[in-house]
């Protein structure tokens, strides 16, 4: 198998193919629909939130750096730039992901309370956790795919993943359990 797949990407190496990378086929999976690209939001220094933490005021909460912010953008630009079909840009309520999914520019965002942050509160994690599960079984595994931002805590406890600030974790929809993980995409 290993042999197999040097032969290949040594052929398309001298065909001026270049290597195939990981990435590359996470975002044609992507691409070709049925997929969720799970997103941990972009930049935001710090961990957790501050304990006068409210959900309706961002200037209590963890918020995106300008490295955040940029980081956002080019990961929606390499959305456009892969002409990646978009079903629903679902995101948490908490301000830092809902500013990562609007600053990608893929969509109309739409909250969900499934997706918020259970830092602080782990016993919510296995009703929210259900809830998510229940929408990705209900969502269009042969559909365009969604983008979903959400915390590292939701998406460790949905995928065992721990991913890194704007990393993504890509899901098949409708596998054996609800969706099979592909892969992870590197933060831009």
């Known amino acids: 198998m290993v042999r197999a797949f040097a032969t290949i990407a040594l052929a398309l190496a001298l065909l001026g193919a270049g290597p195939v990378r990981a990435d ?25 939130d501050p304990g006068h933490f409210r959900l309706d005021d961002c200037s209590t909460q963890r918020n995106l750096d300008q490295a955040g912010r940029d980081q956002a953008r080019r990961t929606g630009a390499v959305f456009r730039e892969r002409s990646v079909p978009i ?38 994690e296995p009703a929210q956790s259900a809830d998510v599960r229940a929408f990705l079984a209900a969502a269009d595994a042969d559909g365009p795919s969604l983008v979903v931002v959400t915390h590292q805590v939701n998406i460790t406890a949905l995928t065992g993943i721990y991913p890194a600030s704007g990393e993504m974790v890509v899901l098949r929809l409708g596998g054996p359990g609800i969706f099979d993980v592909r892969g992870t995409i590197a933060p831009l």
């Open 87 to 124: 079903a629903r840009v679902l995101s948490s309520q908490w301000c830092r992901c809902l500013e990562t999914a609007r600053l990608l520019a893929l969509g109309e965002v739409e909250p969900m309370a499934a997706l918020n942050s259970f830092f602080a509160e782990r016993a919510r």
């Open 24 to 48: 590359d086929t996470l975002w044609d999976a992507l691409a070709d629909g049925g997929h969720v690209a799970l997103m941990r939001h972009a930049r935001a220094p710090g961990t957790g």
